[in-house]
Nanobody, 115 residues
Framework: QVQLVESGGGLVQAGGSLRLSCAASGFSVNMYAMSWYRQAPEKERELVATVSNAGVIQYADSVKGRFTISRDDAKNMVYLQMNSLRPEDTAVYYC?????????WGRGTQVTVAS
């Protein structure tokens, strides 16, 4: 079955970097769009970055120039490299895909950026 497992979150100082990983199983990441979302406390979940099955990439304005989404088809993994982190980047980060009108989410990984 489809499964997404995030890892790589943690506590980092402002200005630091983290790399999040999303391990996918039950499907091939190069067949469907893969996205990273985040949800801060008491806020709506928001889209951070997406890579389409064709490799087209889009970012939220708030992370452009700081975050990079990438995909490793051989490992069936998706990554989010996060640089120049800010306290407002603190959130639970989720990996998501959509297959045949069904959304699949991982359980998330916590990112905390200390000022």
């Amino acid at each position: 079955q489809v499964q997404l497992v995030e890892s790589g979150g943690g506590l980092v100082q402002a200005g630091g970097s983290l790399r999040l990983s999303c391990a996918a199983s039950g499907f091939s990441v190069n067949m469907y769009a893969m996205s990273w979302y985040r949800q801060a406390p008491e806020k709506e979940r928001e889209l951070v970055a997406t890579v389409s099955n064709a490799g087209v990439i889009q970012y939220a304005d708030s992370v452009k120039g700081r975050f990079t989404i990438s995909r490793d088809d051989a490992k069936n993994m998706v990554y989010l490299q996060m640089n120049s982190l800010r306290p407002e980047d603190t959130a639970v980060y989720y990996c998501k895909t959509r297959i045949l009108l069904t959304n699949y989410w991982g359980r998330g990984t916590q990112v905390t950026v200390a000022s």
